[in-house]
């Protein structure tokens, strides 16, 4: 069933866009566009008209859009939603850009005349002159290209099934096996997994090399030497460069992997192996039975609402409502793209998650995530601007995973079992530790991807490994040529959102000091989280940080102290732990 019709919803009262507007071509879109850039500015008053109905456009299209979506990711197979997203971004929106891209210059050449120096303007403004700056009407169709091949990749991800001991499985249903304590079942589970996704692979491939050749055009387009410099431009990364980001890399390589290695070697003693095998990285060494938190997506749904309310109490209410709403989809099932994300309905006023849950931890993990994402979402709906309800990714996602930590001494409506409570918080304070060095395998794949001159599939492989011998030297390949070589083509980052990753590592670096102060103020914290959260993106990132009471610092002295806290609680949860299984014993 379609998204639009499994929500009740009060809609944003429209001043300007009429509600029978038709979607059906862009013909009376165009009529609206057309009379904003026909409409005469006079005054600060006029000029403050156009930006609002200009912004009431917006916010319809992006809600639009981002149903398209939805829809899309939740039906992969269904060939009629697939065309509706397609005719989205393929009639709709490049046309679109380019009256938005219009007005835009309209506004800013009117902006010093009218006065429009109120400082709730300030990043406004700057985000226009940006876009300005960046904007190629040539490009408008090479960005349709690309939207075509997410679909592409996306329907490819989310159709593929998986046969294993006599049933079928999607990728998500898969990777509760690579928990078993048997390690020839894992063994297996893993093979079918990369087997399966091999015989995709020159389709996947393709699509990322016509991927890169169009994102290599769009910046060329735009007068950047590579893509990767345009794109730090477009993610508006004022407060960071490219270098910033490979010194980031080299002191997780100096100062986490080392952290790492002591974690391998607890696996390696747990598991009675002399080299952990990449089946071997999600299976629990603390306890022999998997954790199971959950059976149906109502529990999960149940229990998470539980956890927010003992947090504070208006947390509790937004999820309660988004359950009410039906904007949650949280069950893996066939023809479901991979993956799980929460998405902005800005019109409708509500945050929608996406995810696919099969049972086990990592899905709790998942929904406390992406119920951080939708906080932000009502945090900020009262910001006047479509611009301010889409704050820099660096803050949305100490958002999200600050969730994740503070909400760890509440874990035990999953866990009512003291043991299996230590074993989940030890396994999520881990996976933050090995989360860095993937993250800088990744965001440094991709800075390489986009500036190396000789690019070709041998040359994309053999960075490939490079980049995980040097970070991940713990995990033995040998004889697994396959995913040791394309591991990287079930990252739906690189082909959705590139160079969106980096912002994960800053993020947690800015969750770990949320974390400190809650331990420290719980009521105090979540009172400045919630607070600093409602300013959207209305001011530079710095002070959003500082907003909620961090520091927008990812240097080599901020990961020291707080990957410190993290190993100093994890070696304290691990003591608690085998206390316990020495008195049981």
């Known amino acids: 069933m379609k998204l639009e019709k499994e929500i009740k919803y009060k809609k944003m009262k429209r001043e300007f866009v009429p509600e029978s507007l038709s979607w059906e071509s862009f013909n009376e879109l165009e009529k609206l566009f057309k009379s904003l850039l026909e409409r005469e500015v006079d005054s600060h008053k006029s ?56 007005i835009h210059k309209k506004i800013l050449e009117n902006h010093k005349k009218f006065s429009l120096t109120s400082p709730k303007y300030n990043i406004y403004i700057r985000h226009l002159k940006n876009h300005h700056k960046l904007f190629r009407k040539e490009n408008v169709e090479l960005e ?42 894992r063994k ?41 410099d345009y794109k730090f431009e477009e993610l508006e990364r004022f407060y960071y460069t490219p270098n910033d980001c490979f010194v980031f890399h080299e002191n997780v390589k100096k100062n986490i992997i080392p952290i790492v290695n002591k974690i391998m070697e607890r696996r390696k003693k747990a598991l009675g192996i002399n080299s952990i095998k990449p089946w071997d990285m999600f299976i629990d060494i603390y306890g022999k039975d998997v954790l199971q938190p959950f059976s149906t997506s109502e529990e999960l749904m149940s229990k998470t609402i539980y956890i927010f309310k003992k947090t504070h109490p208006e947390l509790g209410k937004k999820i309660s409502l988004m359950n009410k709403k039906g904007t949650l989809d949280l069950e893996s099932r066939e023809g479901k793209a991979p993956g799980g994300y929460m998405a902005d309905l800005p019109e409708t006023n509500l945050p929608f998650i996406f995810m696919n849950s099969t049972g086990i931890h990592r899905d709790v993990e998942t929904l ?189 002295k901020m990961q020291q102290n707080m990957l410190g806290e993290v190993n100093k609680e994890l070696e304290s949860l691990l003591e608690e732990l085998n206390k316990i299984k020495n008195v049981n014993n």
């Not at 996306?154 to 096996?177: A, L, P, R, V």
């Not at 015989?199 to 893509?227: H, L, P």
């Not at 704050?391 to 994740?404: D, F, H, Q, R």
Request: charged share 25%.
């Open 144 to 185: 349709k290209q690309e939207e075509e091949l997410i679909n592409e990749y996306s329907k490819i991800m989310g159709n593929m099934m998986f046969s294993f001991k006599g049933k079928e499985y999607t990728s998500e249903q898969m990777y509760k096996f690579l928990e078993e304590q048997d390690r020839n079942l």
């Open 368 to 556: 406390l995530h992406e119920s951080g994402h939708a906080f932000h979402h009502f945090a900020c709906i009262k910001q006047p601007l479509i611009e301010y309800h889409n704050a820099p990714s660096e803050i949305c996602e100490v958002a999200s995973m600050a969730m994740e930590l503070i909400t760890m001494d509440h874990w035990d409506i999953f866990y009512e079992k003291k043991e299996e409570l230590l074993r989940a918080k030890i396994r999520h304070l881990e996976s933050i530790i090995l989360l860095f060095p993937w993250i800088s395998i990744v965001d440094l794949f991709q800075h390489w991807i986009y500036t190396e001159k000789n690019l070709n599939r041998s040359s994309i492989v053999n960075k490939w490994r490079e980049l995980i011998n040097s970070f991940q030297p713990h995990i033995n390949y040998k004889g697994i040529n396959f995913s040791y070589s394309y591991a990287w083509v079930r990252q739906l980052h690189l082909f959705e959102v590139p160079f969106y990753y980096i912002e994960y590592a800053i993020a947690q670096l800015g969750a770990l000091q949320l974390w400190t102060n809650y331990k420290k103020d719980p009521q105090q914290t979540i009172n400045e989280y919630m607070n600093g959260l409602s300013l959207g993106g209305s001011e530079p990132l710095p002070e959003l940080y500082e907003a909620i009471g961090i520091k927008f610092d990812f240097s080599e």
């Open 47 to 102: 000029l403050e008209k156009l930006i609002a109905d200009l912004n009431e456009i917006k916010t319809v299209l992006f809600e639009k859009r981002t149903r398209a979506f939805i829809n899309m990711t939740s039906h992969t197979n269904n060939e009629k939603i697939q065309q509706e997203y397609i005719h989205f971004v393929s009639e709709i929106e490049p046309q679109a850009k380019e009256y938005i891209f219009e």
């Open 188 to 228: 297996d589970a893993y093979k079918v997994l990369w087997n399966r996704v091999e015989k995709e692979i020159n389709d996947i491939y393709g699509i990322f090399k016509k991927q890169i050749k169009i994102r290599n055009k769009i910046a060329k387009n735009a007068n950047f030497e590579n893509y990767r």
